[in-house]
């Protein structure tokens, strides 16, 4: 008789630890469990065996999740052996139902030893199971409660219900995705605010973190984004105007768009920093392969994570995907400022301007005569606008500012640049533009 290896164990007797070695061997190459034969390889024999094998079949199939009854057959021998062959599992991370799936209850093999799984193996398996896809992988953590997301959906007239969850993504096999993560009270993700008094965002006035479900950050952020729209009321004779820093609806799309369109696969927070000229948000993820910012600016969206829009979109949060963007442009479309799209590898930004700092800005431009001001064109003026607040911006920046390619930006800069109201400083990509004299 062989001895105890990585592909072998021995049982005298069936014991509650047998699961924890079906597991290991499931979750590793597979493996043969002998009840029956001690530590040693000696026969030992079973008592009672029909019972003992009906104890075996239904412990197996009852305490272990996923089902692994499929990997898994049953032999007897000279009816004193029980011989148990655990094929490896196709659905990786195997686990004890009471444990759930986490190192005290998900085990794999090493050496002759079933031992604790890490962190890392048990994120490890769930990738090569599922795939990159973050919000359809099993999570980690399966005691999740929706109180947050029932009362969503209440709110807007849709059934949330244990039967609906299969559907929505939530449950795959019967087992918590990471959606359902997202969208639970127990949610490791955040949304950080911060308030700064200068332009850098250096010196804080105040900041908050919101937790918990995406619903009730996206209503927790909503409310205290709110409060930092302020209005401006100007008076015209006998008529007074009020007008909002920021269109309401561009806050919400940008904050839906930052939320919907994030990479979960990493930690840390949604960052929105609000001043008194602008408001910006930042959000992980850059732009999925292929797409560029015109492409966004025109309405062209691949969603990141589909079935949290699906989610969103169901609950008539979002209309469709790529309007979002599209509809803050048009409600900038009558201001002298523009917002602005800033993306790298990982992180994308846009940046609202305040409408009533803006045009604030432009009202005390010095006027150097009627005629130039009478020449500068509103592309000119957007671009004026933006140095003031900037202090410069490249050549590629003027092209994402305005949405042109780069001949009419070139001519642009050179007409406004003939007109004295911009110098060129550098050549190539190392060009740069800022206001006459600064």
């Known amino acids: ?103 005290s209850g998900v085990y794999v093999r090493q050496g002759a030893s079933s031992v604790q799984a890490s962190f890392d193996q048990i994120r490890k398996m769930i990738k090569e199971a599922d795939g990159d896809n973050y919000e359809s992988a099993r999570c980690l953590e399966q005691n999740l409660t929706f109180t947050a997301a029932e009362t969503a959906f209440q709110c807007y007239g849709v059934e949330f219900s244990v ?16 959606l359902a993560l997202l969208l639970s009270d127990q949610c490791l993700h955040t949304i950080k605010i911060a308030v700064f008094s200068d332009e850098l965002c250096t010196v804080f006035r105040d900041s908050k973190e ?68 602008k408001m910006e948000f930042v959000s992980i993820g850059g732009l999925l392969p292929g797409l560029s910012t015109d492409d966004i600016r025109i309405g062209i969206s691949q969603p990141r994570n589909k079935k949290l829009a699906e989610v969103f979109h169901r609950l008539r949060l979002i209309e469709s995907y790529g309007t979002g963007i599209r509809r803050i442009y048009k409600l900038y479309e009558n201001c002298s400022a523009q917002p602005v799209i800033e993306v790298t590898a990982h992180a994308f930004k846009i940046i609202l301007p305040n409408m009533n700092a803006a045009g604030a800005a432009v009202k005390s431009m010095p006027e150097t005569s009627e005629k130039v001001s009478a020449a500068i064109t509103s592309q000119m003026k957007i671009v004026l606008d933006y140095l003031a607040e900037y ?16 001949t009419r930006a070139y001519l642009l800069a050179r007409q406004m640049y003939e007109k004295g109201l911009i110098d060129i400083l550098g050549r190539g990509a190392a060009k740069r533009y800022r206001l006459k004299g600064l």
């Open 1 to 103: 008789m062989q001895y105890e290896s990585e592909r072998i164990e021995y049982k005298s007797q069936m014991i509650e630890d047998l699961y924890r070695e079906v597991i290991a061997f499931a979750n590793s190459d597979g493996g043969v469990i002998y009840i029956g034969i001690d530590d040693q390889g000696n026969l030992t024999g079973i008592d009672h065996v029909d019972e003992t094998y009906t104890r075996i079949t239904n412990g197996i199939r009852d305490a272990i999740a996923p089902d692994v009854t499929m990997f898994v057959r049953y032999v007897l021998q000279d009816n004193q052996v029980i011989r148990i062959e655990v094929g490896e599992g196709s659905y990786k991370p195997y686990y004890l139902k009471s444990k759930g799936m986490k190192p």
């Open 210 to 277: 919101f937790g918990g479900s995406l619903f009730r950050q996206f209503e927790d952020s909503v409310n205290y984004l709110a409060l930092c729209n302020k209005t401006v009321s100007t008076i015209k004779g006998v008529v007074r105007t009020d007008k909002k820093d920021y269109p309401e609806e561009a806050i919400r799309e940008a904050l839906l768009n930052a939320i919907v369109h994030r990479d979960y696969s990493f930690s840390g927070s949604i960052i929105i920093n609000v001043n008194d000229s």
């Open 391 to 406: 202090g410069e911006m490249t050549e590629e920046e003027l092209q994402d500012l305005l949405n042109i390619k780069k």
């Open 163 to 178: 039967e609906k969850y299969r559907a929505l993504g939530i449950t795959q096999n019967d087992i918590y995705t990471n």
